[in-house]
């Protein structure tokens, strides 16, 4: 397969609510998945269980999907596994991730969704939509047109403020 280039909207990346969210031990949390979706691979076919199940029940179906532990996930960003519940919770709450909770002989399995893709795989029009991308951009998107000394700072980060509120307030961020 050849490799496709990934579309992502990134207008927001100077908006002042991503870069304190970017911050944020959520937007670790977020990355460290984000980092694990099983996407089309040579690997997949004939790797474990989980990366196998995720490519056939998700991946083909147009969602990007990963699995990771919660203990192994905690572990790694060395923190508490109930703290890592309460992340992930809060990525969900906010519309970043969609929890997956599926049974299996092993016990329940979390699967975290972090978008959907569409187009032709190996093609250029492959594209992927993260929801966070979507979340962030939105306001930022209403109007194509804007320049970046006309964006409204203030009004954004208002409505953003309200959709996440205390989210952050564990957190000390500089103004």
């Given at each position: ?20 969210f ?7 949390v977020?990355?460290?998945l ?5 996407r089309?691979s040579?690997?997949?076919?004939n790797?474990?269980y989980?990366?196998?199940?995720i ?6 179906k147009g969602?990007?999907v990963?699995?990771?532990g919660?203990?192994?996930?905690a572990?790694?960003?060395q923190?508490s596994?109930?703290r ?7 990525l969900?709450?906010?519309?970043f991730?969609?929890?997956i909770k599926t ?5 329940e399995?979390?699967f975290?969704q972090l978008?959907t893709?569409?187009g032709d795989?190996g093609k250029?029009t492959y ?8 979340i962030?951009?939105e306001?930022?998107?209403k ?8 964006y409204?700072y203030?009004?954004?980060k208002k409505r953003l ?15």
């Amino acid at each position: 397969m050849s490799e496709s280039h990934i579309r992502i909207k990134n207008e927001y990346f100077r908006n002042p609510e991503y870069i304190k969210f970017d911050k944020s031990v959520q937007s670790t949390v977020y990355r460290f998945l984000q980092a694990a979706i099983v996407r089309e691979s040579k690997e997949v076919k004939n790797y474990t269980y989980g990366a196998k199940y995720i490519y056939n029940e998700h991946f083909l179906k147009g969602r990007l999907v990963c699995r990771y532990g919660q203990k192994k996930m905690a572990k790694y960003l060395q923190t508490s596994q109930g703290r890592v519940n309460s992340y992930l919770h809060e990525l969900e709450k906010y519309g970043f991730i969609k929890i997956i909770k599926t049974e299996s002989p092993f016990g329940e399995l979390c699967f975290y969704q972090l978008g959907t893709w569409g187009g032709d795989l190996g093609k250029k029009t492959y594209y992927e939509i993260i929801w966070l991308d979507d979340i962030f951009s939105e306001s930022i998107l209403k109007n194509k047109n804007t320049k970046e000394d006309d964006y409204d700072y203030a009004a954004d980060k208002k409505r953003l403020d309200a959709k996440f509120e205390g989210v952050y307030d564990e957190f000390d961020f500089p103004e």
